[in-house]
């Protein structure tokens, strides 16, 4: 996964230098094939170097896959087995012990499906730090309700938006959508007006909701 | 609270007074409507309206469709026919769905010579889903509530 | 003679059904009850779901904005501060002074609007009828100024992502100066009526307890945190919108009870004012909007900006993938989190709590389901 900031694209033109027009694809141009697709804007976010990241580089290793800042909002990605591991971590040693969020982001071009996102913070810091790890489709991470009680509602909220199931969930249910909703609404491939036709026909006698 | 002021009640008493206070009909603030029409503000984002040039009569609307643009809602639909002798756009119809609206004034922001503009006007209450479909002529006008004597 | 085993009570299932006066919106609370006593509940909600989220996905930035206002509806010009001031953070700008300072003003006087709201309401439910006369006779004062200012009075957009859409008008400087000068012996009126009343008193002392730890355990923020005793306010901690110019103190508790909460709020209210007047005073002149381009298109990035709603710490995620749309906007919002320390606080209490309980979290549905 392209994260870490690529150097402007293989298409930038000499500074300055050149005063004709010349087309800012030389290499191409001489081979006469077509310009090179623009690669994918990706978020330029920078590396971020501090006491916090090095003690948890040191304490994960290999499972945090990067550590970056982006507009001074630091965030760690972490491998998916490890997420809940760092949550704990951070709370026992770290003093990150208020979790303010758990949500999700679905980018179904992508391999791994789901961005699954924790943002911690900590009264006596007073910082917050996001822990993102990238999950696909089916996969169940571990539930984060052991760790803070506030996880219960905010995990059945992501599955119920997202069908991401947290093993070891107490209670995982879907909180705003009725129970026998089928269909993950948060999801990009579930329609802007689309509706559970067959509960609305079921439980509401109306045809359709629209 | 010492037993004397438990006794005889004095914190209710208090509460009380304040109350009996407010009885005094200065304090009166009740609204008569529909007799007295509430003076809302001028920034009020009420009814949707057309501006029509005073001098001429004709439309200030130049068919640019940003309004159309700018709504969240998509409710704004406008027509336009090129007239060939002043080589401009001219408006022929504008929908407005007024039972969509939110009245969020996006529209109004965006309109660039103020010919949309949302007015001092909130009774826009209609018997039908379809008559809260404005089209030009009603924004133009405006609405026209029946005028109720008590 | 019917035997006295007739009155072996097994548990008892009430549901404090979605159509409730008493549950500030469509919330639906399951009650397992041992005769008066409490011992547990179950929060049933998304009556109001409205998929906030998804319809995000679907409007450009500016687009957005209005409906933000709908879900905290009686605060609704901070949810607009949020959104505002997340979308600004990812186009790494800043609103001008002068736009600063008037949202202090206007997000100030929704912080009273919305503690009135609060206030009368939660006083109606235990039974005190009169405050919500004279709260909302106040409100009323506070959206008139709203409605002079951006046209309406409830669902305001009053903000623009980058700044403001429009100058103060004329007079808002003495709208707001009266307003102070009026509002001030009012909170005292409504202490007169309430704090020392010893029915008061009594149904809020001691009910509702959630302890500093507890509060951090749940995620609970806002006058609920600071009832506990953690001086924590978000605008003293990470200032935002010039909130570091003004002065003001943050009311704290000591018993995390819900008379606690009462007078924290009350204690608010008058900060409030406190900080309406400092910023009327050195409301400085010049430009009301950022340098935001005509179509608002953030660079590919996601940032996490939250603000000190009424109700607590609201948080807008928002990550853009570059175009003129959002990807995805999260809105974290406090009334949810809160409401999962109900279950907390009501087991093993009585069930004429619950009412109390359920008003001093000061929940607002729009916000809890979105």
């Keep these: 996964m392209a994260d870490e900031q690529k150097p402007d694209g293989p298409q930038a033109s000499p500074p300055g230098g050149a005063a004709k027009p010349a087309p800012p694809k030389p290499a191409a141009a001489a081979a006469g094939h077509a310009a090179p697709p623009k690669p994918p804007a990706v978020m330029a976010a920078t590396p971020w170097d501090s006491e916090l990241a090095r003690e948890l580089k040191e304490r994960f290793g290999e499972r945090i896959r990067e550590t970056s800042t982006y507009l001074g909002q630091n965030f760690i990605v972490c491998q998916p087995d490890a997420a809940v591991a760092i949550v704990e971590y951070l709370k026992l040693e770290a003093d990150f012990d208020y979790l303010v969020d758990i949500t999700a982001v679905d980018w179904p071009k992508r391999a791994e499906r789901f961005d699954l996102v924790y943002i911690l913070y900590s009264f006596a810091r007073n910082e917050r730090i996001r822990i993102k790890t990238y999950i696909n489709d089916g996969d169940r991470p571990q539930s984060a309700v052991r760790v803070h009680a506030t996880a219960n509602w905010l995990e059945r909220e992501v599955f119920d938006m997202f069908g991401i199931e947290f093993a070891g969930h107490p209670d995982l249910r879907r909180i705003l959508l009725p129970e026998e909703w089928d269909g993950h609404p948060l999801r990009k491939d579930y329609g802007i007006i689309q509706q559970d036709q067959r509960w609305v026909r079921e439980n509401l006698n109306i045809e359709s909701g629209q | 609270m010492n037993l004397l002021k438990k006794v005889f009640l004095v914190d209710l008493f208090q509460g009380l007074w304040v109350t009996f206070r407010n009885q005094n009909p200065k304090f009166i603030y009740t609204e008569q409507y529909p007799a007295e029409r509430p003076k809302v503000a001028e920034r009020y984002r009420g009814a949707p309206r057309l501006n029509v040039n005073p001098e001429n009569g004709e439309t200030l609307c130049i068919a640019c469709n940003l309004c159309a643009l700018a709504c969240p809602e998509a409710l704004i639909v406008v027509t336009s026919e090129r007239n060939e002798e002043t080589r401009r756009k001219e408006l022929t119809t504008f929908t407005y769905d007024t039972s969509r609206c939110m009245f969020c004034g996006l529209c109004e922001d965006a309109c660039p010579v103020d010919a949309l503009e949302l007015t001092q006007d909130f009774e826009l209450a209609t018997y039908t889903r379809e008559g809260q479909i404005w089209d030009r002529q009603m924004l133009e006008e405006g609405p026209k509530p029946t005028p109720y004597r008590c | ?370």
């Design chain 3, 1 to 370: 003679m019917p035997d006295a085993t007739f009155l072996d009570s097994t548990e008892l299932v009430l549901n404090m059904g979605p159509q409730h006066p008493s549950t500030h919106g469509v919330l639906r609370v399951i009650l397992k009850l041992d005769g008066e006593k409490v011992l547990g509940t179950e929060c049933v909600i998304g009556y109001l779901h409205r998929g906030v989220e998804k319809i995000a996905e679907n409007r450009t930035y500016a687009q957005f904005n209005p409906y933000v206002d709908r879900m905290d509806y009686v605060a609704a010009v901070s949810n607009g501060l949020g959104y505002c001031l997340a979308v600004e953070k990812l186009l790494n700008v800043e609103a001008p002074p002068r736009a600063q300072a008037v949202r202090v003003i206007l997000t100030e006087l929704n912080r009273i609007a919305s503690h009135l709201l609060w206030l009368g309401t939660h006083a109606l439910d235990i039974g005190a009828i009169t405050p919500v006369f004279y709260c909302f006779r106040e409100r009323e004062e506070a959206l008139k100024i709203f409605e002079k200012y951006c046209g309406a009075r409830l669902t305001t957009h009053a903000f623009r992502i980058g700044g403001l859409q429009y100058e103060t008008y004329d007079g808002f400087e003495q709208d707001i100066r009266a307003f102070c000068d009026m509002f001030l012996p009012k909170v005292d009126e409504y202490e007169e009526l309430l704090t020392n009343n010893r029915i008061w008193v009594g149904r809020l002392k001691g009910i509702g307890v959630l302890t500093a730890d507890e509060c951090k355990e749940y995620g609970v923020t806002g006058p609920v945190l600071r009832a506990a005793g953690v001086k924590w306010d978000l605008r003293k901690a990470q200032p935002y919108s010039g909130y570091d110019k003004y002065e003001f103190d943050i009311p704290t508790g000591r018993n995390a009870d819900t008379y606690d909460r009462y007078l924290v709020r009350m204690e608010e209210m008058r900060q409030s004012v406190r900080i309406m007047r400092q910023a009327v005073a050195g409301l400085p002149e010049g430009p009301i909007m950022g340098k935001v381009g005509k179509v608002i298109k953030p660079a590919v990035g996601e940032a996490y900006v939250s603000i000190e709603a009424p109700k607590g710490e609201l948080g807008y995620y928002v990550v853009s993938d570059g175009s003129t749309q959002p990807y995805r906007v999260r809105v974290r919002p406090p009334s949810f989190v809160n409401l999962q320390s109900l279950d907390r606080m009501v087991s093993g209490g009585l069930v004429a709590d619950v009412v109390a309980i359920i008003g001093t979290l000061d929940i607002v549905l729009g916000e809890v389901d979105r």
